[in-house]
């Protein structure tokens, strides 16, 4: 399956959205350098963060004073999760 499933952590209309953010910014960007990294995309703006975890992202953006709500994966993986408030959920897609 090549777009989120449900979760109940995560709205499906969310998870499907970032993963369809998240294949678009694949098409137009080299992302070999960053395989095995943490990604999180916003599936409401479409911005992408990339660490080595969710939560070294999520730490990064807050201490920007930013609180987004994410869809994770690990690139070249095809499992997602969420992480907002200290609550983490994974599933595969």
């Known amino acids: 399956m090549n777009e989120a499933t449900a979760d109940p952590g995560i709205p499906?209309?969310?998870a499907a959205s970032a993963w369809q953010m998240w294949e678009a910014y694949q098409r137009t960007h080299d992302t070999r350098h960053v395989r095995g990294k943490a990604v999180g995309v916003?599936?409401?703006?479409?911005?992408v963060f990339f660490g080595e975890?969710?939560?070294e992202i999520v730490n990064t953006l807050i201490g920007r004073g930013r609180r987004p709500l994410l869809v994770f994966?690990?690139?070249?993986?095809r499992y997602y999760g969420r992480?907002?408030?200290?609550?983490?959920c994974s599933r595969g897609v």
């Not at 992480?83 to 983490?88: A, E, K, T, Y």
């Open 83 to 88: 992480l907002r408030g200290g609550r983490q």
């Open 53 to 55: 975890t969710s939560t």
């Open 12 to 14: 499906t209309a969310d």
């Open 73 to 77: 994966w690990r690139v070249g993986s």
């Open 42 to 47: 916003d599936p409401r703006t479409g911005e």
